[in-house]
Each structure stands twice: as structure tokens, then as C-alpha cells.
């Protein structure tokens, strides 16, 4: 598929279906490219359908099958989305530190396909609301999905979740009072087990349900 250069285009790649829930217009909205005019379009969709579908199935899917309703709140970034938000501290990494990442339709240094999205697990609000325990989401992931890496946040337990060719598997939280590494690939707290971490939740999840 060329890129876009028209509507009608632009409005054909939205309706690929990256996944039975998703389809590439879910990934395509930028509050820096709506606020400056700036056009959010990959100029290889090809790859960035590829990386999009990769992210769905692997990741997406399995999490909105098991915990419902899902929020997207940042995913695709163009090269030229990315740029401005870097260049104006808007809260993204510089260009070749986001390939593979929030940059869809480039690969990385090592020639790795990826995506990134930045969601919201709802199952996971209330839990977090009454606990502050971040982690509980993020030890399900890390024992069911295979993630490249997470990145959490404050609000929401809103995190990035990465799927890449050859993961690294690697948690990092901006959540204080504990913020930094939770894990990280070559780390031995990453192997094993880690239910006792989201036991608590899931029964929370049961209670409510019931």
C-alpha cells in the first residue's frame, strides 16, 4: 500500500483490521497532530500494518479478552508527529529511540519490526485507585504476554505496552514513590512466577463481577 494522499486513501488504510477488535484508525489519533495541523500518516503502512497487527494479536487482544474495555490513548506517531513532540518537550523520545516503538513504520537499529501503544486497562482503575499497586497489571502482562517492554504512569495506571521482534521483556514505572526498573530481560526477578503479585486483584476482579 502507497501512503496516503487523499482522503479516500487515508480512509481506506483506517479501515484495514489489524486484529477481530482493531482497526488502523484506532491507532492513528495524535493530540500534537489534531492541535498543530501536522498529518499522522505512515510512509510505509505496509510495515506499519504489519508491526500494528503484531502488537494487536500478541498483546491487545489477549489483554481486552481477558480484562474487557481497553483505552488507547497514544499509539502510531509519524517521523514528522514525533519530531515536533520531541522537539517541543511534548513528552516523546527523540525519532530513532521511538522506531519499532511509536514510530510503526520504521525499524530499529537492529532491523526489528515493532508498535507501541499507550492504554488503559479499566479493569485495572479501581484496583489501583484503592491500592496505588501498579504492579499487579504489570506482572500479569510479563507472566501471560510475550511484551517487548512497559512503561507506567501516574494516571490510570495508564502504561505503553511495546510488541518487538526478539523482546527484551523490560518494566519501567514513572509511578512514585517507585519509580524506575521493575525488571528488566537479562534480570533473575523476571523468571518464575509472579501470581502472588496479582492474585489479590483478580479476586477483586471476581468480587466485582459477582
Not at 505496552?161 to 530481560?185: A, C, H, V
Amino acid at each position: 500500500m502507497r501512503k496516503p494522499q487523499s482522503v479516500k486513501a487515508l480512509e481506506e488504510l483506517g479501515r484495514v483490521r489489524l486484529s477481530p477488535s482493531f482497526f488502523m484508525r484506532d491507532f492513528l489519533h495524535s493530540e500534537i497532530a489534531s492541535f498543530h495541523g501536522i498529518p499522522n500518516i505512515p510512509d510505509d503502512p505496509d510495515l506499519a500494518i504489519a508491526a500494528g497487527r503484531q502488537l494487536c494479536e500478541q498483546l491487545l487482544e489477549p489483554l481486552r479478552a481477558r480484562f474487557g474495555r481497553i483505552s488507547i490513548r497514544s499509539a502510531f506517531r509519524s517521523i514528522e508527529v514525533n519530531g515536533f513532540g520531541n522537539a517541543h518537550k511534548l513528552n516523546c523520545g527523540r525519532n530513532e529511540t521511538n522506531f519499532a516503538g511509536h514510530i510503526w513504520d520504521r525499524r530499529d537499529a537492529a532491523g526489528r519490526m515493532g508498535a507501541t501503544a499507550s492504554i488503559i486497562v479499566h479493569a485495572a482503575i479501581p484496583y489501583y485507585e484503592a491500592t496505588g499497586q501498579w504492579e499487579a497489571i504489570a506482572w500479569w502482562v510479563h507472566d501471560h504476554l510475550p511484551y517487548d517492554s512497559m512503561e507506567f504512569f501516574p494516571r490510570y495506571a495508564a502504561f505503553n505496552i511495546q510488541w518487538r521482534e526478539e523482546p527484551r521483556r523490560d518494566i519501567y514505572s514513572f509511578i512514585p514513590p517507585r519509580r524506575g526498573w521493575l525488571t528488566k530481560g537479562d534480570r533473575a526477578d523476571g523468571l518464575g512466577d509472579h501470581s502472588a503479585h496479582y492474585a489479590e486483584w483478580l479476586t477483586s476482579l471476581v468480587r466485582r463481577e459477582g
